[in-house]
Structure formats: structure tokens, C-alpha cells
């Protein structure tokens, strides 16, 4: 009797859909993006007729949009990245 010959890609069971590396840069984009969204809170005013010019500070005009989009673009290679 011969044995029954078993391919090499049913011998292999089951790959995840990402590597590593994808993992990774998903991790670090989720950080970027939660740092980013806690630097653009705060700054409002428990008195609603008292102005708070907090509001407009550079961190939440500047420094938190970038963060969030840079966020976002590390997110998307994350999901495209391709070991060769």
C-alpha cells in the first residue's frame, strides 16, 4: 500500500492574514493617534461666559493634527505593508 501524499500547503495549517512587523507599525500607529487625540482635549472653559484662549494654543492647532494624521498614514502602510 502506498502512503497518501500530502501537499505542502495542507502540511503548512494556517497563516495569519499579517506579519510581525504589521503588527507592530499598527501598535505604534494606534499610539500615535491616542497621544494625538489627548493633546487635542482640553482647553475649554467651565464658565461658558469666560473665554479661554487655551483653545487655540499651538498644541491643539498644530501639534495634535499632525500627530493624528501621521497616525493614519502609518495605520495604512501597517495594512499595505508586504514582506518581500
Do not use: Q
Request: proline fraction near 5%.
Amino acid at each position: 500500500m502506498d502512503k497518501p501524499v500530502i501537499k505542502e500547503e495542507e502540511n503548512k495549517g494556517f497563516e495569519l492574514a499579517f506579519g510581525k512587523i504589521n503588527y507592530i507599525l499598527m501598535a505604534v500607529g494606534i499610539v500615535l493617534l491616542a497621544i494625538g487625540y489627548a493633546l487635542l482635549s482640553g482647553g475649554g472653559s467651565d464658565d461658558p461666559n469666560v473665554f479661554n484662549p487655551a483653545m487655540f494654543d499651538t498644541r491643539r492647532l498644530v501639534v495634535s493634527p499632525i500627530l493624528i494624521v501621521l497616525g493614519f498614514v502609518v495605520e495604512i502602510i501597517a495594512i499595505m505593508y508586504k514582506k518581500k
